[in-house]
T-cell receptor, first 117, second 114 residues
Framework: EAGVTQSPTHLIKTRGQQATLRCSPISGHTSVYWYQQALGLGLQFLLWYDEGEERNRGNFPPRFSGRQFPNYSSELNVNALELEDSALYLC????????????????FGDGTRLSIL | GENVEQHPSTLSVQEGDSAVIKCTYSDSASNYFPWYKQELGKRPQLIIDIRSNVGEKKDQRIAVTLNKTAKHFSLHITETQPEDSAVYFCAATDRTGTASKLTFGTGTRLQVTL
């Protein structure tokens, strides 16, 4: 079974540019989560998508946005890049958690390392 | 929202000894607590998780305990080996209706020395 795949592996941008990161979930998983991991820090929740809709959002500015496609893959877009956006961006996927149901384990991809010059 | 604190930030043990990492959470409604292991340059890997209806769970050399009253949970690794060296993250759910996300601790860097 293929795991969560992310592309590109590395992305170098300059301040003010826009970045697009991509994620393909594990087959059968409908929920996709995005996290930011700055150097030496923990994982900060960014966004959660399920069935094409944004379900929850972390404490990040609106220039962080994304979407989920009908095949459950997802894009994270970061506009007006700033130096502090340099980080490893991790995508995770899980099976859908039904209302009132059990939380499903999240499985991570290898991440996209975004460097802002 | 949920707040998760993790201690210690670094832990060094000799091969064969046990290692314990502790986390506390703030939201009494949280009901799912996974642990992830992240080796240098690699993805976080789920190693064990526990739900709030269970007090302890074991998987070979790894165990997790949960104290709902005190709102803390711990990871126990016995008979540590060099390949256990990594950063370990605890997490807890942050539930808002049907939407839940994981809030992570700040990580513990475990070093197993020979």
């Amino acid at each position: 079974e293929a795991g969560v795949t992310q592309s590109p592996t590395h992305l170098i941008k300059t301040r003010g540019q826009q970045a697009t990161l991509r994620c393909s979930p594990i087959s059968g998983h409908t929920s996709v989560y995005w996290y930011q991991q700055a150097l030496g820090l923990g994982l900060q929740f960014l966004l959660w998508y399920d069935e094409g809709e944004e379900r929850n959002r972390g404490n990040f500015p609106p220039r962080f946005s994304g979407r989920q496609f009908p095949n459950y893959s997802s894009e994270l877009n970061v506009n007006a890049l700033e130096l502090e956006d340099s980080a490893l961006y991790l995508c995770a996927s899980s099976q859908r958690r039904l209302q009132g149901g059990r939380n499903q384990p999240q499985h991570f991809g290898d991440g996209t390392r975004l460097s802002i010059l | 929202g949920e707040n998760v604190e993790q201690h210690p930030s670094t832990l060094s043990v000799q091969e064969g000894d046990s290692a314990v990492i502790k986390c506390t959470y703030s939201d009494s409604a949280s009901n799912y607590f996974p642990w992830y292991k992240q080796e240098l340059g690699k993805r976080p890997q789920l190693i064990i998780d526990i739900r709030s209806n269970v007090g302890e769970k074991k998987d070979q050399r790894i165990a997790v305990t949960l104290n709902k009253t005190a709102k803390h949970f711990s990871l126990h690794i016995t008979e540590t080996q060099p390949e256990d060296s990594a950063v370990y993250f605890c997490a807890a759910t942050d539930r808002t209706g049907t939407a839940s996300k994981l809030t992570f601790g700040t990580g513990t860097r475990l070093q197993v020395t020979l």
